[in-house]
């Protein structure tokens, strides 16, 4: 990934930094971290800067990972949990002490620039929708209180399942029993702070569910025939800005035509189960590399063309521990060993299609859609991978038989390259199931053939 600025025009009062002029929008990234093998938070942190990401958005505020990101110049935003909503809802000495602890203690040497309260909320199964827009005003006070309102902006991310109707765009509409609970107060509170909605827009999920009525270049930012808006008559040339602008109908029917718009999560996915279509690495270059070619390059999006498009990347890794389909544990731009996942072009000078015959661009060909493999972290402890080695090839019952000497894949004769074997085997005659591919952290899942020598690694027992 070559350097480039990963800036995001957040919210009104935020510092910009123009990447290419002032009508382009700006691009953050998603740190998620539901896994047990991702690289400390310190190394994390000189991986962004490499790359030149500066601005990033956490679920949590865990102190290992604030104080990393100290006087990094990295814009930091940070989440309260859906189960703290209701504490915060209940009582301001909650929040007030959530603040103090958790903002207050690593500013300014940690760049905090605005709270996600809660996360799609509406779609939680602990039913915490009551709490939102009181838990959201209780943090605002509590800023206040320690003068940080001023420089920290309050949202909370939308999921697109809280709206009623999304096609076509103009017709955009929020389900009916969320508008007067919590749709418009929530919109009031953000217009009086001045406050972005934050909104999670995935063109992965609408085309895997629709795959025979939307087109696959439509959901990549590639060349198409694009969609007319029947009721306002607006071009349409990539299934995000749709469903932006779907969103942006809905306040407008509510009376909220004022509020922006900054997308908190979006991405797709490297790998998926079989019957996840669309789920491979070159959709998931194609689609990150085309959106951040939009975001920089260009305008707003149809029905609001003077309002830049601002993007959090989902996610920096792949992680593990994430339950769920195959795709959920293969949004990440990175591995856990820091290796890209495959390369997008993170400039606005690159405004070349994503090159899939370069070496640093693992595709998938039409045979490996589907399939994934398990091999070593390199960077684990070779204790950590003998450990899982002994466990693959003994009790776990993994065919080691090829990685013997005089073995066909014996050479090249490494721990890493032997573990990796070893692992894929277990992960393999496993179903390739949840969990098989971990080791203790000393494995991870990848959606192309390892290359270790001429040795083949399975895919299936």
């Not at 035509?257 to 490297?270: I, L």
Request: one cysteine or more.
């Amino acid at each position: 990934m070559v350097l480039f600025v990963l800036s995001l025009l957040m919210l009104s009062s935020f510092s910009v930094i123009p990447f290419t002029n002032a009508d382009s929008g700006m691009i953050g990234v998603n740190y998620g971290r539901i896994a047990n093998n991702l690289p400390a938070p310190e190394k994390v942190v000189e991986l962004l800067k490499s790359q030149g990401i500066n601005r990033v958005k956490l679920y949590d505020t865990d102190e290992s990972v604030l104080t990393a990101l100290a006087n990094s110049g990295i814009k930091v935003v940070v989440s309260l949990p859906n189960e703290n909503l209701s504490a915060a809802a209940a009582d301001q000495s909650y929040t007030d002490t959530w603040v103090r602890d958790n903002i207050k203690k690593y500013m300014p040497a940690t760049d905090i620039e605005a709270i996600a309260v809660g996360n799609e909320v509406f779609v939680d199964p602990r039913n915490t929708t009551a709490y939102l827009v009181p838990a959201m005003k209780n943090v605002q006070s509590s800023l206040a209180k320690f003068n940080l309102d001023g420089s920290i902006k309050i949202s909370s991310p939308l999921a697109l399942s809280a709206l009623a109707n999304s096609y076509p765009p103009s017709a955009g509409s929020f389900k009916s029993d969320l508008i007067e609970p919590v749709i418009k107060p929530m919109l009031d509170f953000l217009r009086k702070t001045s406050s972005h909605l934050m909104v999670n827009a995935y063109p992965f999920f609408a085309y895997k569910d629709n795959a025979d009525k939307i087109s696959l270049e439509y959901a990549l930012f590639k060349e198409n025939a694009g969609n007319v808006d029947s009721g306002n008559g607006l071009k349409y040339e990539n299934l995000l800005e749709a469903q932006v602008d779907a969103v942006f109908a809905a306040m407008s029917a509510v009376g909220f035509n004022d509020v922006k718009v900054v997308v908190t999560e979006t991405g797709w996915p490297s790998a998926g189960d079989e019957n996840e279509i669309g789920a491979g690495s070159a959709n998931a270059a194609a689609y990150n590399g085309g959106l951040v070619k939009r975001v920089l390059t260009g305008n707003g999006t149809p029905l609001k063309p003077k309002e830049p498009l601002n993007v959090y990347l989902f996610a920096l890794f792949n992680e593990n521990q994430k339950t769920g389909p195959t795709s959920e544990r293969n949004y990440g731009l990175f591995y856990p060993n820091e290796n890209k996942v495959y390369d997008v072009p993170f400039s606005a000078k690159s405004t070349t299609p994503v090159d899939d015959s370069k070496e640093n661009v693992p595709v998938k060909s039409p045979s490996h859609v589907g399939q994934t493999w398990c091999v070593a972290n390199g960077k684990t402890s070779k204790e950590k991978l003998q450990e899982g080695l002994d466990y693959a090839c003994g009790e776990g019952g993994a065919d080691c038989r090829p990685i013997q000497k005089g073995a066909t894949c014996y050479d090249p004769e490494s721990l890493e390259a032997h573990a990796s074997y070893a692992f894929n085997s277990y992960y393999q005659k496993n179903a390739r199931g949840v969990g098989t591919c971990d080791f203790g952290g000393a494995a991870y899942v990848v959606s192309q053939p390892p290359k270790y020598g001429k040795c083949e690694f399975p895919t299936g027992h």
